[in-house]
Every structure is written in C-alpha cells, then in structure tokens.
C-alpha cells in the first residue's frame, strides 16, 4: 500500500530532521511543563474516566510537593467521550492551541487510533497510553507513540500456552467483545495456539457493547462441550459470564482476560464463590488482595489515595493503574536531562528495570529504541474465593 | 415559517456579507479553529439533509448517522483501497448515499411518526455491526478502521486545514443554493404538501410514494456527502464514530438550528461543535458543578425553552416582528 | 432440541425483562401520547436509589416499596418542571428536552455513584422449591412481576375513573378539558405512573445485568422494539412483544449463518419487516384519521 510506505519514509525523515533542528522545547518553560490527555468523561467508556482523575489528583499532589526539576506541571485532561473524531479535535486542540508539551496516558483503542498519524506527523510524544493493543510499540513506523501495559495479544498467546501444557485435550469456548479490544485477545490466543487452533476451539461468539446480557452466549457454550472458557469480556459481562456458568453448572477451566480481573469490580458483584478457581494473568497488585497490605508498594498507594482521593472505591483497579502510570511519567521527567520533546521521547526510551508502587514485584518497567513496549511480563494466578494466588514463573512474552 | 424565505435585496445583502465574513475567517483565526469550523460545517451539511426530510417532508429520523457512515465510509475506500482524488470521491460518495437512502426510502414508506423513527433508529444501531463485519474487513478495514491523508492544499500559500475549509464552506453553500432551489420548486412544494396534508396531496395527483422515497434519498445524499466531508476533516474512519450517539447528534444540530430552515444549520453545526467544548470549560472550571454531560443537557433544555422553533426560527421571527413594528415608532 | 429448549427459555427470561421496559415505555405512550428516551436512565437512576436504601441496611422489599413509592413522585415533579414548557411543542422539541434528560441522569448518576458495576440482590428467594437449568428463579419471579404489573395497569385504565380520564386527556386534549378532566394533572400522574413500572423495571433487570450508569441503555433498546412489535396502545401486547424480542434474539444468534455476529441488525429487520406488514404493531389498533 502507497500510503503505508509513504508513512514509513515520512518517519524515518521525520528522525532525521529531528537531530538537525534545535531543539523543540513547546510546553516547557523554566516553571512549568504542559501535559494533553484525552479521557472519557462522558459516554459509555466512562468506567475508566477514574484514570484521568487520579492522574490529575496525582499532578496536584506533585505541584504542591515542589513540582518536578522545579517545574509545576500544567496537567490538561479533556473529554473525548470515546468517540474517535473527538479525540482528534480534543488533541488539536491540546496540541495547536494549548501547545503541551507531550501527549501523556490518552486512553482508549479506537481513540488513540484516530490521532496515530497526526501525532507523529507533528512530532509530539505520545506516551504510556491506556490501552493494550500492539499497535503502540512500532518505533520504526510510529517514533513518538509508545505504549504501556502488557499488549492484549501477547496476555492471549499466554493463556494459549497455558491451555496446551496443562489442559488434557482442551476443547475450547471463546467470548470476545466484537471490537478491537476483543479480537486483539481473540487473535493473540488463536496464535499461541498454532495449527491446532482450528480443531481445538469449539465455540467462538463475539457480544456487542450494547447487548444486554451474555446469558444466550454462555448457555451456548456449554452446550458445544467445551472443557475450557476464554472470556474476553469487560467487567460487567464478565461478571455476567462468570454468574451465569455458575448458575447453569457450567464448569469449564475459566480464563478470565486481565480487563476483567478486579476482585473488588468484577469478582465481588459476580460472587467469589462462583469466581474461585477463575485463572487470569496479572501485572497490577490487586488493592482487595490482602497478601498486599503489608507491602510498601501497597502503602504508598493507600497514602496517596487517602490524602488526595478520599472519596474514590478503592477496590477499582483503575486507581492503582493511574497511579502506576503517573508515577512512570514522573520517573521519566525527573531524571531526564533534556527535557525537550525529542529527549522525553529519547528517555522514555531508556527506562531499565524500572519498579513501580502498584506493580508486581518481579515485574519491571523496561524500553529501549527499539522495545517501546514499557511492560511485557505477568504472572499467571489462580482465584481461591478470596484473592488472586500466583503460580509458576512470571511470564516474559515479547510482542509479535 | 414553514415555507423557505423568498428572495429579497435584504436577503441578498445578508448573504453576501455572511459569505464575506466566511471567506476572511480562516486568515482571522488558527489551523485548529478553521477545523473546527470545518467540522461545524461538515455538520451542517448533514443537517441540510436532515431538515429537508423532517422539516420540509414531515419524516422522521433518528438514523442519520447510517447515511453519514455510508457517504464515511465510500470516500475512505475510494481514497485507501484506490487511491483517488479527495474530490472526486464526493459525487461517488452522495451517489452511494442516495440509492441506499432511495431503497431504504422504500420500506418506510408503509411507516409513520414513531415507527418511521423506529426503523431508522434500528439502522443507526446496525450500522456500527454491519461495518465490523468480518466478511467485510478488507474494505472496511474492519474494527481498526481505515487511514486517509488529508487532502493537498488546493492553492499554494494556504495551510491543508485552510484549504479544506473554503472546499467544504463551497460544497455547504453550493448544496443549501440547491436545496433552496428545490424547496422552492414545483417538487418542493408538493415535498411540504405531503407534510402539511398526505392525503389532500395525494388527491391533488401528487404521487406521494415516489416523492417521499426521492426525498429519502436526497436527504440521504446531503448526509452522505457530510459524510465524505468528515473524513477529509479527521483523516480516519474507524465503525465507533458511526453509533447511534451520532444520530441523536444530528436530531439535536436540527432542531437547535431550526428544523425547517436552510441556514440553521450552520447554527447546528456550531453548536454540536462547540457546545460540549464549553460545557467542558465549565466543568473544568468550577470543581463542583457537575460533569461536562449534564451541563449539556442542561444547555440542551434550556436552548429548547428558549428559542423553541431553534436559532434561525428565532431570527425569522426577531425580523418579522421588526417589520410588523408600528410605523414611526422605530428610529 | 435440548439446545432449542434451553435458548427458547433463555429468551423467554431475558424477554420478561424486556417487556417490564416495554410495559413502561406503553404505559407512558398511553398517558401523554409520546415515548420518552429518559425513561431508561430514569429506571437506572430510581434502581440507584433502591440500591442505597438497600446499602443502608433495609430490606430489599422495603427499598423497593420506596424506591417505585419515590419514583412515582419525582416523575410527577419532573412532568411538572421540567416537561410542562413544552407540553405545547412540536414532537421533536419534546424530544430533545427528553434527550437531555437522559444525558443528566445518566452523567449525574455516575457522578454520584461512579461507573463500577454493582450487585443488586433479587427480590426473590434463591430457592423456589424446585430446581430448573432451564429458568432461573429471579426470570420466573420477573415474568410473574411484570404479568402482576400487567393486571394492574389493565384494571387501572379499564376500571377507575382517573384511568379513563387519563387516557382520554392523552387521546384528545382538548374534549377532556371540555367535559372537565385536568388535562396537565394527568399528564404528570402518567409521568409519576410510568416512572414508578420504570423503576419495578429497573430493580428487576439489575439483578440480572448488574447496576452501572450505561446498564438500560441496551435494555431499552429492545424493550421499544418489543413495544413496538406488540403495538403501543397494548399493553398486552407489548408484555408480548418483548417476550418475541427475547426469544428471536437467540434464536436467530443460533439458527441464522452469521447471526451471531448480527444478531442484533438481524432482530431488527424481522421487527421492521413485522411494522412494514402491520404498521401498528401485533396488537396495536390503527388509528383512523379523519380529514
């Protein structure tokens, strides 16, 4: 495709003009350094606007400790409502009008999707975003978009693995979430499992957003005979799966998507009795999981909660992700030197072994020029009817 | 009201002023606020269809956003799978727009008021699954959505942005020279005597069935071509941008605008532009008040209040009421 | 056939829940002669309330009482306030003033109680006496609800006179004013009425899909289809309809190539072709009009 490879020279020009030219310092002064965000505040993705708010509650924080290399942090976090085209005019806007610095943690796939190209084009970080498809980590095409958490993709090839070395002829019911959240997981699982795939999964059913329950999908499932269940759903329809195989007697082995894996969000309204026994694979320390509360890390993180955010659930795992998400940006300001936007982008290129309050221990923070993907391990753990219990080794995946 | 203004010297004047204004506008103020401004006029051009189905054909619909995908998405294709030129995917965009709002003019036809709405509701909440659909991924480039560049700018020493507004302010005020043309027509006529009385129209020998299927379409065509428009102006498509949030968009921009009006649509746009900006700035600047959505609800009640017969049925009336004046009371 | 058994009343339970919203949305239709959008985060927001009496140590029952008794009152107050400006007004300006509202009460909502799912408990015992895979005892308690809901709705309009009152001030305006009903007053007991068969709606369907802002968006979505299937000016019907609804949801997921993915757009075809055939619904009267 024409329009691909012109992209791809695009960047590769866009590299080296960056080194000739002086140093782009927008959004940077002596005393401040501005921050864009898009979030959803409104609309049907709003469950994770709590993202944006604990990032700005942690900014605030940060400005009154001192501000960062003695700078206060203009943190602006807009609304995108989800919707693609608003994004792109809510980053215009961060990026022509108010003149930030960099993109910072913007959250969602279609979103993110919608300002790939213009953010590049313009040679603006766009940093640690909150979403998990793979296609953040691909310097060559895309120089200035990086992403953050574990790639869908990969989490799925790790559940494949798991299903091939431990499971006795698996037969396999998949639920995904018809968009590219949920085939991003579908396709990654699909892969893990090889040339088998075909034969071993016996069930695939997509659900949309807006259908009410996944109730016919489930019942569906068991009735194909299959002995192990991917669920790649988000809270409230996994919550809905989780119930529903419990009701029905269903009891395949249940491979929950990281998505869904908070106790106190998914587990606790699906019922911890139907939810033990569930696998998943994780990254972020659960707040509910007691085998944290004696951990620094953990108490870190309840200080923070309860001196800025004294009114939020602290059972959601979304503050636990901001909170991780800010405290990386934060690393990556204070101990870069130029803080111009090719060096920011440079030092968030060069994290190593980074640890981070709300992460799990062995897990760590790593990127280099050519890995902008910051966080690629997790660990897989069973649910015992009161918290996530690990097992095996943490599982280091590269991206495909 | 119900009838489109006949042409007048004042009416001339007041439009070559507003085209005045508009075409000094982007060299007034930035890249972004021209493409803000194009996105409100992209808009509009939707609405244009809307309010010649609804204000001035008496049908209703909560499903524009289909045709707006249809019009999206056609442009896209031609641009990434094609490589065509920008323009030229326009008159294949608004042809596509019209047979599929032709043929879906067809079933409706046996359908009124609220199961009209219905059924077009029920293509607005399809839309988003039918452009998922694996079977259609390569062209549709499936849930990633598809990439096109934005268009050259057409005169050197313009930005791309400044560019495409004065493309798109064309393309609106060109399409809202023909709907004026068409409401004022012999068709236009019997499009508004089929709202105001179908059964009187269709004893005066008006064939209902086909003017009301034909204006399905035209309506369909506007939005289609708004919808080709929009993706000059985002540079993306991808199926989430089509749901049903859009449609109802589209029904509020109408009817804020002035629903059987031609320029309240330009009013339209604006306000699905830049009323959630600012109900935003307010969130934003007051901690307390309540989150950006409710405050454009509030706004969205009380615009109703306020200017019941939406902005330009207001200065309709502001003027009519000007010239009704006592004689001699006036300065 | 055990897997058509087992989708049939799979859809006959998610049916039920379809028609309480259809039941609602019916219900408002009859009392002022339009559809209001709100009515689903209305729902949402009365279940919001039950939900905290409930987390203030009441019994579930009693949250209900209250919640609907609640309900009931805050529809007559928003017909009061905020709808009674535009009584006057063309469909689509009530329209969106109902748009708005729901925006409200959707944001507001969140705002208050924040996005994350919460459980809801089912005003039903777990243990019925009998044990079904085929039907769950909270779906048999719905459809046995919203029947009861029925009845009473049926005997309201049929048998009292503020019923008949009220669906003559819908009807035509200005012939009730003129033989004495007050038309603003009934339009307002329709609002509080239909707001309280919302929140019954609601504090059914929570228990099922989990109580979140977003959770009647779907819900209602397929509960106007399954009133507009059944026709409305039937409230039978509409019970009906959402039953149809329910059932032909899953069965074309499952019987149709393809229809997994369509389920949905494949539901709305069949639903539109039914109008295009009988344009008032199954059971819905055509309206005559006269010149």
């Known amino acids: 495709m024409r329009i691909k490879n012109l992209l791809a020279a695009g960047a590769a020009i866009a590299l080296l003009a960056g080194t000739a030219q002086a140093a782009d310092m927008t959004g940077i002064t002596d005393t401040t350094i501005k921050i864009g965000n898009t979030n959803p505040y409104s609309g049907p993705a709003s469950v994770y606007s709590v993202i944006g708010k604990t990032i700005t509650a942690y900014f605030e924080m940060v400005n009154e400790m001192g501000g960062i290399q003695g700078r206060q942090i203009d943190f602006i976090s807009l609304d995108d409502g989800y919707s693609p085209p608003r994004t792109v005019e809510q980053v215009r806007k961060l990026v022509e009008q108010e003149q930030v610095a960099f993109l910072f943690n913007t959250l969602g796939t279609p979103t993110n999707s919608a300002i790939h190209r213009y953010v590049n084009a313009k040679k603006v970080p766009h940093l640690f975003l909150a979403t998990g498809a793979s296609k953040w980590g691909q310097p060559d095409k895309y120089p200035w978009t990086m992403g953050f958490q574990p790639t869908y993709d990969v989490e799925g090839e790790i559940y494949a693995k798991y299903v091939l070395e431990n499971i006795e002829d698996p037969k396999i019911a998949i639920l995904f979430q018809n968009d590219d959240y949920g085939k991003d997981y579908r396709d990654g699982f699909l892969h893990g499992l090889g040339d088998k795939a075909d034969e071993l999964v016996v069930s695939m059913l997509p659900y949309e957003v807006t259908d009410p329950t996944v109730d016919s999908q489930i019942l569906k499932m068991q009735e194909s005979g299959a002995n192990v269940f991917f669920n790649i759903t988000i809270p409230k329809f996994a919550a809905q799966a989780i119930r529903k195989s419990c009701e029905i007697g269903w009891k395949p082995v249940h491979l929950l998507n990281n998505v869904s894996s908070s106790v106190g969000a998914t587990l606790t309204p699906a019922g911890l009795e139907c939810s033990t026994g569930l696998i998943t694979a994780l990254y972020i320390k659960d707040p509910v999981d007691p085998q944290w509360h004696d951990d620094p890390g953990y108490k870190e993180w309840v200080g923070f909660m309860e001196k800025n955010m004294p009114d939020a659930d602290m059972t959601d795992v979304n503050y636990a992700f901001g909170y991780n998400v800010s405290r990386l940006m934060h690393h990556v300001l204070d101990t870069c030197e130029d803080l111009s936007r090719e060096g920011i982008m440079g030092c968030a290129a060069n994290l190593k072994d980074i640890e981070l309050p709300m992460i799990m221990p062995g897990i760590t923070v790593n990127t280099s020029p050519e890995d902008f993907y910051p966080i690629q391990s997790e660990q897989l753990a069973r649910f015992d009817g009161e918290r996530w219990v690990t097992f095996g080794e943490v599982i280091h995946a590269g991206s495909r | ?331 | 056939m055990d897997l058509f058994l087992q989708l049939t009343f799979a859809g006959l339970a998610i049916g039920s829940i379809y028609s309480c919203v259809a039941l609602a949305v019916v219900m408002i239709y009859q009392a002022t002669d339009h559809f209001n959008f709100a009515q689903g985060e209305m729902a949402m927001f009365s279940t919001y309330i039950a939900w905290t009496l409930v987390g203030l140590g009441a019994p579930v029952w009693l949250a209900f009482l209250l919640a609907v008794g609640l309900s009931f009152l805050a529809g007559v107050a928003i017909e009061r306030v905020i709808v009674k400006p535009v009584e006057n007004a063309p469909v689509l300006n009530q329209i969106i003033v109902f748009i708005g509202l729901l925006v409200i009460f959707n944001a507001v909502a969140g705002w208050i109680w924040e996005f994350t799912i919460k459980p809801f408990p089912s005003l039903f015992p777990a243990d019925l006496g009998f044990k079904s895979t085929l039907i769950g005892p909270h779906h048999i308690g719905v459809i046995a609800l919203t029947l009861g809901v029925l009845a009473l709705v049926f005997a309201f309009f049929r048998f009292t006179r503020v019923g008949l009152a009220m669906r003559a001030a819908a009807a035509n305006p200005d012939s009730a004013r003129l033989v004495g009903v007050s038309v603003g007053w009934m339009l307002a007991l329709g609002w509080g009425l239909a707001a309280a068969i919302g929140a019954v709606g609601g504090i059914l369907v929570a228990p099922i899909v989990f109580l979140e802002p977003n959770m009647m968006a779907g819900v209602l979505l397929y509960g106007f289809a399954g009133a507009l299937l059944g026709g409305v000016s039937s409230p039978g019907g509409a019970v009906l309809g959402g039953l149809v609804v329910g059932v032909l949801e899953n069965w074309v997921g499952q019987y149709v190539p393809g229809g997994s993915e369509l389920k949905l757009t494949f539901a709305l075809i069949l639903i539109v072709g039914v109008l295009v055939f009988k344009p008032a619904g199954l059971f819905g009267r055509v309206v005559v009009r006269r010149v």
């Open chain 2, 1 to 331: 009201m119900d009838r489109p203004n006949p042409v007048t010297p004042q009416l001339l004047a007041a439009v070559a002023v507003a085209l005045l204004f508009a075409g000094f506008l982007p060299h007034l103020v930035s890249d972004f606020t021209s493409f803000q401004f194009t996105q409100a006029m992209a808009y509009g051009v939707a609405l244009l269809g809307l309010n010649i189905l609804t204000g001035y054909n008496g049908q209703f619909s909560i499903g524009h956003s289909a045709f707006y995908a249809v019009g999206a998405y056609t442009a896209a294709i031609l641009l990434y799978h094609f490589e065509w030129n920008h323009y030229a995917t326009l008159p294949v965009a608004a042809l596509v727009a019209f047979a599929v709002g032709f043929l879906f003019g067809l079933p409706a036809l046996r359908l009124e008021g609220l199961y009209l709405a219905l059924a077009t509701f029920a293509f607005a909440v399809a839309t988003p699954q039918l452009l998922k659909f694996d079977a259609f991924e390569h062209w549709t480039g499936g849930v990633q959505g598809l990439f096109v560049p934005k268009p050259e700018p057409l005169i050197e020493g313009l930005s791309a942005d400044q560019s495409l507004y004065y493309v798109t302010l064309a393309v609106m005020v060109l399409l809202m020279a023909l709907a004026w043309c068409l409401l004022h027509s012999r068709s236009g006529r019997a499009m508004m005597a089929i709202r105001d009385n179908p059964i009187a129209a269709r004893t005066m020998g008006i064939n209902t069935a086909l003017y009301k299927t034909t204006t399905f379409g035209i309506s369909a065509m506007y939005t289609g071509i708004a919808g080709a428009l929009s993706v000059f102006v985002t540079e993306f498509v991808a199926p989430d941008a089509f749901n049903f949030f859009l449609a109802v968009n589209l029904l509020i921009g109408s009817v804020v605008g002035g629903i059987v009006s031609i320029p309240g649509v330009i009013f339209g746009g604006l306000f699905l532009v830049f009323l959630p900006n600012f109900a935003q700035d307010i969130s934003r600047t007051y901690p307390f008040v309540p989150p950006p959505w409710a405050i454009f609800g509030i706004f969205l009640i009380l615009v109703i209040y306020f200017v019941p017969f939406g902005v330009w049925g207001a200065v309709e009336r502001a003027f009519a009421w000007w010239k009704r004046r006592p004689a001699g009371s006036g300065r």
